[in-house]
């Protein structure tokens, strides 16, 4: 590990625990008739947060697989096409003179 991502993870350890320690206050989250327990305010964010980035990285995954199918599929198409050129440019011409 080097010094700038030590620095990094420092840093940003620093800002978590001070977010942490301005944000104290007990919160009850309810949706769709169901409820949380009391929480500390910083739970519910961080909670919040680790949920978004789970399912952004779903979607993400998913997008990626899509595009990997279609990389193939146009690596595929490529090379046949390769070969007919080579295949034409390699057939003797005829003059018809």
């Known amino acids: 590990m080097n010094w700038t991502n030590f620095f990094l993870v420092v840093l940003l350890t620093a800002l978590a625990t001070m977010f942490a320690m301005a944000n104290m206050q007990f919160v009850q989250v309810g949706f769709l008739g169901l409820y949380t327990p009391r929480l500390h ?36 198409e490529n090379r046949l096409l390769t070969q007919e050129l080579e295949n034409l440019r390699n057939f003797p011409l005829q003059d018809d003179l």
């Open 41 to 76: 305010l910083y739970v519910v964010l961080y909670l919040i947060f680790i949920f978004g980035f789970m399912a952004g990285m779903a979607t993400l995954s998913l997008s990626r697989r899509k595009h990997k199918k279609e990389i193939v599929r146009l690596r595929e």
